[in-house]
């Protein structure tokens, strides 16, 4: 059947909104769908057989195993009650070792008894990189950078509902277009630095109780304040985490941030899967669509999050939990936009808003990582993370407008860290990439855009040659 702009919009808007897509995040179909395979199971397992090879064959959600410290684990079963979702299912056939200590507090080590197969054998030495890294964790451990500061984070609190505050006070001191606009623009703020604060929550970077910040930081900040699915954001955010822009050996992407498809591909390899020629039209002048898109961020997350929170297995208070706070914050907006202004201006609001909050939040992210490398063949963790990020050069106020997110690949390298930390860290984090020779990128903010432009530009250029010949 021919593919129609319906059929396109329908594609865009449900992606990572259902059970079905958040679950495709493995290099390899399940091993029902694969040709049969000689390998071992867990339970027939000769002596000397747990290789790193043999591992790397069980590498899919039907067969799934990993290597954490030179141990070996079979995750197949347990890794559809994961607490932190499929995610889990990014690492199989894989070392895990650096992702699992990254994502996960002293007490999961308990429950890796369970899933335990064995030791590998004549397994080969830590590389030097990676030895280094771990090093320089430990050291950032016993110099309590990871102590979160509560005075910094309250001091946020401070702000956001002070922007809040300014917000409503331009509407409720003039119901002009031009209040409209300035409001609205000022909420678009409100919502982005909710945003970095939730996000700091569900990393568990305010706190060490990972129940508090899920449910205060996730229902409360995302959900109730932001409009965000706390369970939609924390699922695709973390595969983003742990694949950085890392396709498949088809290059359909396994991190969610660059499946952009049929709107944007962010590399040829990419476009190169798209066979429909409707599609190609669209990504021919993709380049021109760029921007828009990012004022329809919003809008488009805030779909994706309540088809979250409809469609994704959950238990039913957590459901019942996600709809009602996100119906708080919906129903707050809406209030609040009739309460101060009439019906005409209110609706401008409400509509201004979500564009800018899109387009103030999709910046810091679109710098981050597009126009970057997208690979297939998996590096190890902290490879990938320097191949795939970049860091915006600081100046105060992107330092505070990105959420010290302009510190992206410290962030990516210790999720964890607090967000007051990341520029202490930064030179030893320089320093270990001049060490190992890896590229630290770190550029201005314009660079950056212009960076990610002109990825869209070659691609898109790419496809208009490829409608012109077909």
């Not at 992606?15 to 040709?35: D, Y």
Request: aromatic residues 14%; charged residues 20%.
């Amino acid at each position: 059947m021919p593919t129609t702009a319906t059929t396109v919009t329908e594609t865009f808007w449900s992606k990572w909104g259902t059970a079905i897509n958040l679950s495709l995040v493995t290099r390899e179909a399940p091993s029902s769908e694969q040709p049969e395979r000689k390998s071992f199971s867990r339970d027939t397992i000769p002596e000397g057989s747990l290789t790193r090879e043999e591992v790397s064959k069980h590498n899919n959600q039907g067969d799934c195993w990993f290597i954490i410290n030179g141990k070996v684990y079979d995750v197949t079963s347990f890794g559809k009650t994961h607490p932190g979702g499929p995610v889990i299912f990014t690492q199989a056939g894989r070392d895990a070792t650096d992702a699992f200590k990254l994502f996960h507090p002293p007490k999961a080590w308990q429950s890796l008894k369970d899933v335990y197969i064995g030791d590998l054998h004549n397994d080969e030495p830590v590389p030097e990189l990676l030895k280094d890294y771990r090093e320089l964790r430990t050291a950032l451990t016993r110099a309590q950078m990871f102590k979160t500061s509560i005075p910094y984070y309250a001091s946020k609190f401070i702000t956001v509902f002070t922007i809040l505050a300014a917000a409503l006070a331009v509407i409720s001191w003039s119901q002009s277009y031009f209040a409209v606009l300035g409001s609205s623009l000022i909420m678009g703020i409100y919502w982005q630095q909710c945003g970095w604060l939730a996000h700091d929550f569900v990393h568990n970077q305010v706190t060490d109780n990972r129940k508090f910040n899920s449910y205060f930081g996730g229902l409360f900040v995302g959900n109730v304040m932001t409009g965000f699915s706390l369970g939609w954001w924390k699922t695709k955010h973390n595969v983003h985490h742990a694949v950085t822009n890392e396709c498949d050996e088809k290059y359909n992407p396994i991190d969610p941030d660059i499946d952009t498809v049929p709107l944007l591909a962010w590399s040829k390899e990419i476009l190169d899967t798209v066979d429909d020629e409707f599609v190609r039209s669209i990504l021919s002048v993709q380049h021109w669509l760029f921007v828009p898109l990012l004022f329809l961020a919003r809008i488009s997350w805030m779909y994706s999050s309540w088809a979250h929170a409809s469609n994704f297995p959950m238990p039913r208070w957590l459901r019942v939990a996600e709809k009602t706070t996100l119906l708080i914050h919906y129903s707050s907006v809406i209030g609040a936009a009739l309460y101060f202004l009439p019906i005409p201006q209110a609706i401008c609001w409400v509509i201004l808003s979500e564009f800018f909050s899109g387009l103030f939040l999709s910046i810091v992210f679109t710098v981050s990582h597009n126009g970057m490398e997208m690979y297939t063949n998996p590096k190890d963790f902290v490879t990938a993370q320097l191949a795939s990020t970049r860091n915006i050069k600081n100046q105060f106020f992107y330092d505070w407008f990105s959420g010290g997110l302009n510190w992206q690949i410290e962030h990516h390298l210790f999720p964890t860290l607090p967000r007051h930390s990341l520029g202490k860290v930064a030179p030893h984090v320089k320093a270990l990439c001049a060490k190992h020779n890896l590229d630290y990128q770190e550029i201005s903010l314009a660079a950056a855009m212009r960076a990610a432009f002109d990825r869209l530009v070659e691609v898109a250029a790419i496809a208009r040659a490829s409608l012109e010949h077909s």
